[in-house]
């Protein structure tokens, strides 16, 4: 674990565009080859028959074959994030640390935020998150109160890019570019019209009530469309690594989102899974 606090400047995070900033958590891979990668990881909190927990959902082909990896948080003081101070937990057997969807089309995986609250409290360090309440994702009912064209607001670590002074990620719009109540090709995801580049994979992404009432969590970053050199579009997973070989194909700027509910699906099978 690494333990940095070289700038201490706490920021007052009053306003629903800074939370968004602290929703999310960085991921940094290493792979058995020695190639490393960079993702997105964000923090829900799930009430359940137990109580409420917190934890870390993020992609599931952002976390198999993964030798080593780690989980990059803010710091927190007085209540407030400390900018350019960030706690990195260090996880060596990072793959088997998550819990994947049971449906395994489904490129989700989770694991439970308290176990790495407390490694950074027994080194004197406080995580400051700001979880996305489960109450605030998108079932059916609401996406079917969405127009077919809607804008988008998604978080994470394009390309890595990240502001690394401050350790904030990168806040990012787009519109959706197919109706997010309609299962794209059958499937429950939608499309969205936005720059998704590698590191944006476990981006959430977000679309404004329209009767005010705030940001809903909408879906999950987890494929982007290519060109293929025959010009044929094909979805892949949006690639860890953070630097792109030339493979022929290029990106078309057309994200593929898993629809929300699949996160409260995948909460609810690892509570089914370890707590009876």
């Known amino acids: 674990m690494a333990y940095d606090t070289s700038a201490r400047n706490p920021w007052a995070v009053d306003t629903p565009a800074k939370r968004l900033l602290f929703h999310t958590v960085r991921v940094e891979t290493e792979m058995a080859d020695g190639g490393s990668g960079t993702g997105t990881a964000f923090v829900v909190s799930h009430v359940h028959a137990r109580g409420r927990t917190a934890f870390v959902v993020t992609n599931r082909h952002l976390v198999d074959d993964v030798v080593r990896g780690a989980l990059v948080f803010a710091l927190a003081h007085q209540g407030q994030p400390l900018l350019g101070s960030r706690f990195e937990v260090r996880i060596d057997e990072f793959s088997e640390a998550w819990h994947r969807h049971p449906d395994p089309q489904v490129d989700l995986a989770v694991l439970p935020l308290q176990p790495l609250q407390q490694a950074a409290a027994a080194q004197g360090a406080q995580l400051y998150v700001e979880p996305i309440d489960t109450a605030a994702l998108a079932d059916a009912e609401r996406l079917q109160s969405l127009d077919a064209l809607e804008e988008v607001w998604f978080v994470g670590y394009p390309s890595g890019v990240w502001d690394q002074v401050n350790a904030l990620p990168i806040l990012r719009r787009g519109t959706t570019a197919t109706p997010p109540a309609v299962d794209f090709e059958g499937r429950a995801e939608f499309l969205i019209d936005a720059a998704v580049y590698p590191g944006s994979s476990g981006s959430p992404v977000f679309v404004r009530a329209a009767d005010g009432s705030g940001l809903w969590l909408a879906g999950v970053v987890a494929a982007v ?52």
């Open 225 to 276: 469309f290519f060109r293929e050199e025959s010009l044929r579009l094909s979805p892949a997973p949006v690639p860890a690594s953070t630097s792109l070989q030339a493979t022929g194909s290029e990106m078309i700027d057309l994200g593929l989102v898993i629809k929300a509910q699949a996160v409260r699906e995948l909460l609810h099978d690892y509570l089914r899974h370890w707590q009876g």
